[in-house]
C-alpha cells in the first residue's frame, strides 16, 4: 500500500470525541446522579436505566429475570462474542441458534426448534437491520424476548423502533457505535415489576470517581484520534493489528458493573436529540452502494419491506471466503479498512461456550461477510471512492 493510501485510510468504524467533548465530560459534568429525563426516554416512552456497556446491560437483565442457575440463553451464532460471555457470567449457558441469510439475525424456525430447552432468547438486529419480530415472538411463544439494540438505534419493524417490541431490550453507545460516546448502555423496558428491578440492580452498582471519568475521557479522546485520519492507517491500524493477532483483543472476557460516566451520559444524551438527520445520511450513503456495486456473485443486504436499517454497517456477502479475503485485502490496499465480520466465531464458541456446530448459516456467513464503511461523517467522495474501489475488484 502506498503512503498516500495509508494517510487517507477510511477506518471500518466511526469514532467522534473531540477535545469539546473531552471539555464537556471532565469541566461541565457536575451532576451527582445520572437525571430521571433523558433522551432515550423521551424518544422511546417508558423507564430507562443506563449502565456502562451493552454486556453489563445484558448481564442485568438476564439476572432480573431470576433465571435458574445454568439456564440455557437463546443466542444468535452470528454475533459478537461478547453477548456470549455476558451470558456466562450471568450464570446461564448460550444455547446457539442459527440465522437467517436474508436478515442476518435469529432464524424463527431455529428458535422453534429449539424452544424447549431455553429459557430466554436474544434476538440481535444485525447490522442495523431488524429482526423479523413478529415470527421470532410467535416462535418464542412465553419465552422472554431480549432486543440487542447495540447496532439497531431508530432502526424500525413495521413502523415501529427496534428496542420496543420484545420483553426488554438495550442499546450501546460506545465509541465506535452510532453515538460514539465513549461507553455507555440504556436498558428499556415496559414491564414494571422488571423495571423495578433493574433499576434497583444498577443503582446498586458503582459510581465512576472523578479521577475516573477525567482519565476515561482522556483515554477516549487519544483512541479516538488514533481511529482517525490520518493516524489511522500509519499508526492506528498496524499497531490495533498487531496486537490483537499476540493479545487476541477480539476475544473480550469479563467486565466491570458501573452505571454510565455522566460524562459519557452527556454526551450521548446530546448527540441523541439531533442524531436521526445523521442516520437519513447514513442511509442515502447505503442506497448510493447498494444502487452502484456492480460485484459479480455479491449478494447486497436490503431492508425488508416495511423495514427501515439505519445501515450501522454495510454487509457484502461473497460465495467463499477465499474470495472475501481477497476483496478486502484489494480494498486495504486502496486505503479502505473493510472488516471481516466474526470470521472464525464457530470455532470461538466451540472452544470457550460448547457450540456443537448446528448453525450451517451463521458458520457460512461468519466465512464470507465483508463489511465496508458507509457512515455519516464520511464524504460524498469517500462513498464514491468505495464503490469505485469494489467495483475496480476483478479477483
Not at 477525567?214 to 498487531?242: C, D, E, I
Not at 457484502?316 to 472488516?339: P, V
Amino acid at each position: 500500500m502506498s503512503f498516500a493510501n495509508r494517510i487517507r485510510m477510511i477506518p471500518r468504524y466511526h469514532w467522534e470525541y473531540v477535545l469539546i467533548d473531552m471539555w464537556k465530560a471532565i469541566v461541565r459534568t457536575n451532576m451527582s446522579i445520572v437525571p430521571a429525563t433523558s433522551a432515550m426516554g423521551e424518544i422511546f416512552g417508558g423507564p430507562v436505566s443506563f449502565t456502562t456497556s451493552g454486556r453489563v446491560s445484558l448481564y442485568t437483565i438476564l439476572r432480573s429475570l431470576s433465571l435458574p442457575p445454568g439456564a440455557r440463553v437463546g443466542v444468535p451464532l452470528f454475533c459478537c462474542s461478547v453477548v456470549f460471555d455476558a451470558v456466562k457470567q450471568a450464570g446461564c449457558i448460550p444455547e446457539f441458534i442459527d440465522i437467517s441469510d436474508d436478515t442476518y439475525g435469529l432464524s424463527p424456525d431455529d428458535v422453534m426448534r429449539k424452544r424447549g430447552r431455553i429459557s430466554a432468547l436474544v434476538a440481535v438486529h444485525m447490522f442495523g437491520h431488524p429482526v423479523d419480530m413478529d415470527a421470532i415472538l410467535a416462535a418464542a411463544g412465553n419465552i422472554p424476548v431480549i432486543e440487542d439494540c447495540a447496532q439497531s438505534l431508530f432502526s424500525t419493524y413495521k413502523g415501529r423502533l427496534t428496542g420496543t417490541m420484545g420483553t426488554v431490550s438495550f442499546f450501546s453507545f460506545r465509541s465506535g457505535k452510532y453515538v460514539s460516546a465513549g461507553e455507555g448502555s440504556a436498558i428499556l423496558c415496559n414491564m414494571p415489576k422488571m423495571a423495578d428491578a433493574i433499576e434497583a440492580a444498577v443503582a446498586s452498582f458503582p459510581a465512576w470517581r472523578f479521577h475516573q471519568e477525567a482519565l476515561h475521557s482522556v483515554a477516549t479522546y487519544a483512541k479516538t484520534v488514533m481511529y482517525n485520519r490520518p493516524w489511522f492507517g500509519t499508526v492506528g491500524q498496524p499497531l490495533g493489528s498487531r496486537l490483537d493477532k499476540s493479545l487476541n483483543l477480539t476475544a473480550k472476557s469479563g467486565f466491570t458493573m458501573r452505571r454510565i460516566a455522566q460524562g459519557d451520559f452527556r454526551i450521548m444524551d446530546e448527540r441523541l436529540r439531533t442524531f436521526r438527520k445523521r442516520i437519513a445520511k447514513q442511509r442515502d450513503y447505503a442506497a448510493y452502494l447498494m444502487h452502484t456495486v456492480r460485484l459479480a456473485g455479491a449478494v447486497l443486504l436490503k431492508e425488508k419491506p416495511g423495514c427501515e436499517s439505519n445501515y450501522y454497517q454495510f454487509a457484502i456477502r461473497l460465495e467463499d471466503q477465499a474470495r472475501r479475503d481477497r476483496l478486502a485485502a484489494h480494498l486495504h490496499d486502496n486505503g479502505i479498512d473493510a472488516a471481516k465480520y466474526l470470521s472464525g466465531i464457530g470455532a470461538e464458541a466451540a472452544q470457550s461456550h460448547g457450540y456443537a456446530g448446528d448453525c450451517p448459516v451463521a458458520e457460512r456467513c461468519s466465512r464470507t461477510v465483508l463489511t465496508v464503511p458507509a457512515y455519516y461523517s464520511l464524504s460524498q467522495n469517500d462513498i464514491i471512492h468505495i464503490a469505485d474501489s469494489i467495483n475496480a475488484y476483478t479477483g
